[in-house]
C-alpha cells in the first residue's frame, strides 16, 4: 500500500489491544469505548483484537506489552442494512490494516445476527443491535421517549437486537422482550423462556435504567399481564394493547439454534490460482483433509459449506492472491448458492487458528514431525501418557491431571463385571485386567479425591462383542451409576481406545485376549483341553494355554497387552512380545528397536502370568523358542509407526436441541462460566471426549446427550475413530481430568452466580428506593417556594460535595428564581412542571442541571 491510513498507525507496537472503528462518510472513525458492544444496522464496522494468550480477549481488555507472539484477529462486522458502499470500505480497510500488521492476522467477515462464536466472545455482556446509522439515509436513535422493544437471545453473551416496533406481532413465547420507555423499563417474559434467558433480559433492564439514569424496572410473565398493578398495567396497555395479544409459539420459530446448518461431513478444498492473470478455482479433492495438502506456493478455499468457508494462503502465494482472498472468498460463495450471511475466514500458513486445523485429518505446528507413539505438549492439550509422574499431586494440580488424563495412582477400589445373558456377572479378582475381545466388561472404580470418594463407572467394549452385549453393558453402566444416587462419572471404552487411567488401575497388565470359548454353565471342568478355566460366576471361560501378546507400552498408564495370531510372522522388530507354548514357560521375546522401559513392562505382565519368564532378545532365540510358536518364519524388522495427529488443543462446544438431535456450537476461550447449568457441553479433548451435564438439563435433553457424542465424531470433517472414549460428567462431580483444561476452576462457582429471583428481588428493592426518592423530589417540589434561591453558576457544578448544602442534587431547578429559570430553560417553571418526565430530565441534561 502506498499509504498506512493514519487511525492504523496509531495502535500500539508488540502490544495486546481491542479496538472497533466504524465506517463513517467512507472514512475509518474511533467508535467511543463506552459504546464497545452496541452496533447499529445501518453501519459497518472494524475491531481488531491483539492478545497473547495470557489473558482472555474482549473489550474490556487494557494495551499491555505483549508476552510472547501475538495472535490477531480483524473482524469487519456488517450491519443488515449498511449500504454496499460502507461494506466496501469496510473490506477494503481490513486488507489495509492486515498488511499493515504484516500480513498475518486472520482475517473474518461477520454479518448481522450471524456472528461467529470469537465475536461474539470479544463482549462478556453481549452485543446490542440497535436501529438507525450515520449515513445512507439513517439516523441514530435520538435521546427520546420513542418507545423501544429489544429481543434478547442467547445464555452466556446475550445478544439484544432492537426490533423496527413494539408490538406483540414480533414476540413468542420462547423468549424475552423488552421494552424499554425510559421511565418504565419492561421485561416481558415467554412462558417457555429459560431462567437463563429471564435472567438475562433483567440484567439487560438494568442496563437501559443505568443509561437513562432513571427509571422504574417491571417484570412481566407471560399470561400475568393482567395481575399488574394499576399503573403498570395501564402503561402495559398504551404500549401494548392487552385486547391485541397474540404471540407465536416458540415451536414455530427458526431461531438460532434451528437456523444453524449440520456440520458438514463431506468437505471440499479448492486451489485458488491466478497464473494466466485471472482467478481460477479448481477442486482438488473431498475429505478428508491432509496438511500435505496444501501447498505454499498457492491459496485454497476449505468449503465447509454453510458451517463456513475458509481461505487458506501459502507463504509463497502472490500479492494478488494475498490481498484478494476474502473478496474471492465471497464470489464462491455467491456462486455456490450459499446463504449470504455464511462465515469466511481468511488464514496464513504458519497463523493457522484451532479452529481451522481441526478440519484436516493430521497437522503439525512444527517442520519436525513428531516422534512415533507421541504428542507434544501445550496449555489445555491433552497427550498420551509417555513419563512417569507422582500421581498424589493430581487433584491439586488438575492441569496435569487433564494432560495425562489420569485421576489417581489406580489403587483404589475396583469391580469387574462380565456381560452374559443380558446380566451382570462377577469376575474374579484373580482375573482382574483380563478381557476378551468378544466380550463387554463393566468396572467400577472407587477412589480417595482428598476429601471423598468419588467413583468412576467404565464399560468396555470388545471389538468383536455382540450388539446386545454393547447395549446391555451401556444400560448396566448407567444401572450402577443410578445406585451410586447418579454420582459418579461414566466412561465408555472401545478395545483398543483404552485411556490412560483405565490401564492404571490394572497396574499396566492389561490383557486382550480373543474370543473367548465358553465353556459349561454354572462351573465345572473345562473338556477341550487346550485352556484354563475361570469361573466368573456365570459360567467358565477358558484362558488359553498357548499364546501370542503383542506388548504396547512404556509405563502402567499406557500399556496394554493383545493377542495376535501365534505364529512367527507377527513378530515385529520394534515391540515386546510374550509367547506361552503351553508348556508353563512365558517367553519374553524383544525386537532390536524396543526400548527398555517397553521390555520392563512385558516383564511385568509375564510374571503376573504365574509362570516361568525366559527373556529372549532378537537374534539370540533358542530352537525351544521356535518350536512354541510353531517353526521359523519372515517377520517385519520396521517399527510399526503410530499416526500422530499433532497438538490439539481442547475445545469446547455447546449442545443445542435441533429436533432431536443435538448440534455443537463451538464456544471460543473458553473458561468456566461457560458451563450453563441447563445445557450439555462436550469437551473435546481429541483423544477423549467429555460430555458435561448441567444440574438442571431436563431428561429429554439428558437422554439426547447419550448419542451426542457419537454423532460429532461423526460428522468431524477429519475422520475421527468413532472409538475415541466418551467420559460423561455431571455438574458439581468433575473429575480433575476435566477441570484441568479450564484456566482457572472453583468449585463454588455456581453457587455465587445471580440467580433471575436474586435479580428480581434487587430490581424490586430498587423500585422501592426510587419510589421514595420521587415522594421526596414531591416534597421539594411542593415547596419551591420556600427553598433557598442560588445563581445559576452556584448549582451548574458536576461534584454534588460542592453544592451549598440545602440543596437535592436531583433537583437543581427547584433553587433557581422565576427570571434565572426563564432565561435557562425558556420557559416559566409552571411550564416545565407540565412536561412529560422524560423531556424535563432531557432539557435539564442540556443546561447542565442534571
Known sequence: MSSVDP?????????TFFTIWRIEKMQIVQFPKDQYGTFYTGDSYIVVVASDNTEKPNCFMKSKKAVGALDIHIHFWLGAQTSQDEAGVAAYKTVELDDHLGGSPVQHREVQGFESQRFLSYFPKGIRIQNGGVVSGFKHVEDTMTPRMFHIKGKRRPIVKELPNVSWSLMNDGDVFVIDARTVVFVWCGRHANHVEKLQGAVTAQQLKAEHGEGTIVIVEDGQEKHLGSPEKEYLNHLLPLEDKVVKNHRDMSGDELAEKQHCADIKLYRCSDEVGTLRVTEVKT????????????????????????VWVGKKASHKERT??????????????????????????GGEPMGFKCLFRVWHDS???????????AHKIAKTVQTK?????????????????????????????????????????????KFFSNGCYVIVYIYDSGTKEDCIVYYWLGQN???????????????LDDRFNGQSVLVRLVQGKETPHFMTIFSGQMIVFEAADEGINGGGAVTNGNGVAADHGGGVYNFPRVYLLRVHGTTQHNTTAVQVPCTAASLNSGDVFLLSGGGGVVYVWAGRKSTGDEREMAKKIATGSGMEMVLVSEGQEKQEFWNA?????????EKQMQEDSGTRAARLFHLCDRVGRLAPREVVDFDQCDLVEDEVMLLDAWHSIFLWIGKDVGKELAKLANHAA???????????????????????LEPPNFTGFFTSWDSEFWKTLPTYESIKNEIEDSNQTLLAMQQQAALYRNSRSEVEKFTFDALNVKNPDQLPTCVDPANKELYLNDEEFLRIFSMAYEEFEGLPKWKKLDLKKKVGLF
Open 7 to 15: 487511525m492504523f498507525k496509531s495502535l500500539p507496537k508488540n502490544s
Open 287 to 310: 475429505g478428508p483433509l491432509e496438511q500435505k495438502d496444501l501447498l505454499s506456493q498457492d491459496s485454497y478455499i476449505v468449503d465447509n459449506a454453510e458451517a463456513g468457508i475458509w
Open 324 to 349: 484478494e482472498a476474502m473478496r474471492n472468498a465471497q464470489g464462491f460463495i455467491k456462486k455456490k448458492g450459499y446463504p449470504h450471511c455464511t462465515q469466511v475466514a481468511r488464514v496464513i500458513e
Open 367 to 377: 517442520e519436525h514431525p513428531a516422534l512415533p507413539g507421541k504428542t507434544h505438549s
Open 389 to 433: 509422574f507422582d500421581a498424589s499431586t493430581l487433584h491439586s494440580n488438575p492441569a496435569l491431571s487433564a494432560q495425562m488424563q489420569v485421576v489417581d495412582d489406580g489403587t483404589g477400589k475396583r469391580e469387574v463385571f462380565r456381560v452374559r445373558n443380558l446380566n451382570l456377572v462377577s469376575v474374579e479378582l484373580r482375573d482382574h485386567g
Open 465 to 479: 462383542a455382540s450388539t446386545d452385549d454393547k447395549r446391555t453393558a451401556a444400560l448396566k453402566a448407567r444401572e
Open 629 to 637: 510358536i510353531g517353526g521359523r518364519l519372515d517377520y517385519t524388522s
Open 710 to 732: 457419537e454423532d460429532y465424531l461423526q460428522d468431524d470433517p477429519s475422520c475421527r475413530d468413532l472409538g475415541t472414549p466418551v467420559i460423561w460428567v455431571k455438574q458439581g
